[in-house]
């Protein structure tokens, strides 16, 4: 006989058909090896002593403060663990239950079959200004062709390009000379149809700019305003463009200016849901979510997105993170924007764990080396 402990991380399906498991059984041992850490905020006493005993009638449990049992306090906080398959049962079982229980089941049923999605895609950035926070990304005219191009047999399957600096204090520059950074790039990726082998994707939120590159074959708007503007969701719509809905707390030029958050989990995904339902209304099929690292954040805010970025995955749509080589890096190991490639991987590695799959980063090549690597440990 021989025992071995295996990683809670690796893909539990995938070994289950390597035993020789039959279908069915795969997909009921799958949803039992899935753990789920739900935090439930504000639960009413009452509530939560039902919850505990339906949970531990199905061999999940529910951690509760001192006091729950005999109702010390209106409201408690407390965390449910349960596996894929329990989950599932007390959704449908707290359906019928007081003290706001019926709602709680409508939430726990949302984190029920999450969709993580099998590929991830790397995104490269190119930045066609002068005062991005990071100078490894400024290109013009064919410099800029020239790292497409190296990005592109690098493994990157989208590229962004950018022509204003979106870093924290940045000065705003009108349309016109946005626009004027990068049209000649535009111009060459047309000309030289570069469309045809990456995606490309334009980093505005100016509906001059945004209409310019998708008439010359661009497929992605990632918008920092996450669709604010009313024209940029019709262009998107009318050109079958995929959006990518980013939060951010103010303007670049006000967001790290004391920035805060009762909830940050609750209130970006709050802002997710106005804005997929605001895309639904203009005709957007496509919608990539973008937790904003960095946009408005607290170091605090930023570790809990990154550290959770799972919870965003029952709103059903792809996921970015764009960490690569921002300042919270600094904030933690400190180093200057050249130094911040390995802190980079470790937080872009976390957010594949929790279920991202669009990474935007500055290093392609490094950044595909590690996710391969990191889908070879899982198995």
């Known amino acids: 006989m021989v025992v071995e402990k295996l990683s809670s991380s690796i893909d ?11 279908g069915g059984g795969v997909s009921i041992l799958n949803d039992k090896g899935h753990l789920h850490l739900i935090r439930i905020r504000d639960l009413h006493v009452g509530a939560a002593n039902i919850l505990k005993q339906d949970a531990l009638s199905m061999g999940a449990d529910l951690a509760v ?38 709602a709680l089941a409508g939430e726990l049923d949302r984190f029920c079959h999450l969709h993580r999605a099998e590929h991830i895609s790397i995104m490269g950035i190119v930045n066609a200004n ?40 940045s000065i705003a520059v009108s349309p016109l000379e946005e626009l004027e950074r990068v049209r000649p790039i535009i111009d060459t990726i047309f000309e030289q149809r570069l469309y045809e082998k990456v995606t490309f994707s334009i980093d505005s939120y100016e509906p001059m700019v945004i209409s310019y590159a998708l008439e ?46 009762d909830n940050v989990l609750f209130e970006v995904e709050q802002f997710f849901e106005e804005r997929l339902a605001k895309a639904e209304l203009f005709g957007i ?35 970015l993170v764009g960490a690569s080589r921002k300042s919270l890096i600094d904030q933690i190991s400190p180093a200057s924007s050249d130094e911040r490639l390995g802190g980079s991987i470790a937080i872009h590695l976390k957010a594949l764990e929790e279920g991202v799959s669009i990474l935007r980063v500055h290093d392609v090549k490094e950044h595909v080396q590690a996710v391969k690597l990191w889908q070879a440990l899982r198995g």
């Not at 064919?142 to 924290?168: F, K, Q, W, Y």
């Not at 920092?224 to 969701?233: S, W």
């Not at 690292?293 to 965003?312: C, M, P, V, Y």
Request: a neutral charge.
């Open 130 to 169: 002068e005062d991005s926070f990071y100078q490894g990304s400024r290109f013009v005219g064919n410099a800029a062709i020239e790292r497409i191009e190296t990005m592109i047999s690098e493994g990157a399957e989208m590229i962004d390009l950018g022509g204003v600096s979106s870093r924290p204090g």
């Open 216 to 261: 010359r074959g661009f497929g992605i708007v990632n918008d920092i305003t996450g669709l604010f503007n009313d024209e940029v969701a019709r262009l998107c719509g009318s050109y079958g463009a995929t959006a990518v809905i980013m939060h951010m707390q103010g303007t670049p030029q006000t967001m790290q200016e004391n920035p805060v958050y």
């Open 12 to 22: 539990v399906r995938r070994e289950l058909k390597r035993l020789g498991v039959d």
């Open 285 to 319: 099929k496509e919608m990539i979510l973008d937790c904003g690292i960095g946009f408005g954040k607290r170091l605090e805010d930023n570790l809990a997105l990154i550290t959770h970025q799972s919870h965003f995955l029952r709103l059903g749509k792809p996921l």
């Open 65 to 102: 403060p001192r006091g729950t049992v005999i109702a010390s306090t209106p409201t408690v906080d407390v965390l449910l663990i349960a596996n894929e398959r329990q989950l599932q049962q007390l959704a449908k079982k707290e359906r019928a239950q007081p003290f706001g229980l019926k």
